[in-house]
């Protein structure tokens, strides 16, 4: 149980392009999703955090603009990256889980390794 | 702000061996932790839970403990495996997960 798929897995795109990555939780439904950024030889850093109905809270220094995170329902969250440039560059994560946070594992997805040219 | 410091930074072992894994952490004001492996490029597996009201958790040959007032926690592995072989991260929770650079394990036959 407590399955998170995130697609998709890998995306190499041309400088300037938009870039959207899905979280779905599969087997149970997820109040809450995390987006995380992971940059080579570093821990992971939270982005933001999602409820689903809710407008994103972003963590301080990342752009909300720029991190567009949508949480329509509560399987699916979607993290999209605008106008992406080489900085850009990461792999990107998510995490969901269910009832009141902080009492509840977060159960992650398999990432997106993002490559911007 | 908290830091969370994972030692060793990486470990190689031959299999049978038992490990010990540790985290420290310097705000003690923490819901739970949380243990995870991570498998190279790929996302996070969860291994272990704990409140902050729990001394340990097990699962199978993992055993974690946490001692929350002096920011500490350890991740245990009996008999270690080469399947075993990734990296661990800790993770304690105060209003956000706060993630270690993690220990690199290698079991090797």
């Known amino acids: 149980g407590a399955v998170v798929s995130q697609h998709p897995s890998r995306v190499i795109c041309k400088s300037g392009t938009s870039v959207k990555i899905e979280c779905r939780s599969l087997d149970f439904q997820a109040t809450t999703m995390f987006w995380y950024r992971q940059f080579p030889k570093q821990s992971l850093m939270l982005m933001a955090t999602?409820?689903?109905?809710?407008?994103?809270?972003?963590e301080q220094g990342v752009e909300k603009d720029k991190f567009l995170i949508n949480h329509a329902s509560l399987t699916l969250s979607t993290l999209t990256v605008t106008s992406a440039h080489p900085e850009d560059s990461s792999f990107y994560i998510c995490?969901?889980?269910?009832?009141?946070?902080?009492?509840?594992?977060?159960?992650f997805g398999d990432g997106t390794r993002l490559s911007i040219l | 702000k908290q830091e969370v410091t994972q030692i060793p930074a990486a470990l190689s072992v031959p299999e049978g061996e038992n490990l010990v894994l540790n985290c420290s952490f310097t705000?003690?004001?923490?819901?739970?932790l949380q243990w995870f492996r991570q498998d190279p490029g790929k996302g996070l597996t969860s291994l272990l839970l704990i409140q902050s009201s729990q001394r340990e958790q097990t699962s199978g040959r993992l055993n974690a403990s946490l001692d929350k007032s002096s920011g500490r926690s350890t991740l245990y592995i009996a008999a270690s495996q080469p399947g075993d072989s990734a990296t661990y991260l800790c993770a304690p929770w105060a209003d956000k997960l706060i993630f270690g650079t993690g220990t690199r394990l290698q079991v090797f036959p």
């Open positions: 999602s409820n689903e109905g809710s407008k994103a809270t972003y």
């Open positions: 995490s969901a889980t269910t009832g009141e946070i902080g009492y509840q594992p977060q159960h």
């Open positions: 705000d003690s004001a923490i819901y739970n």
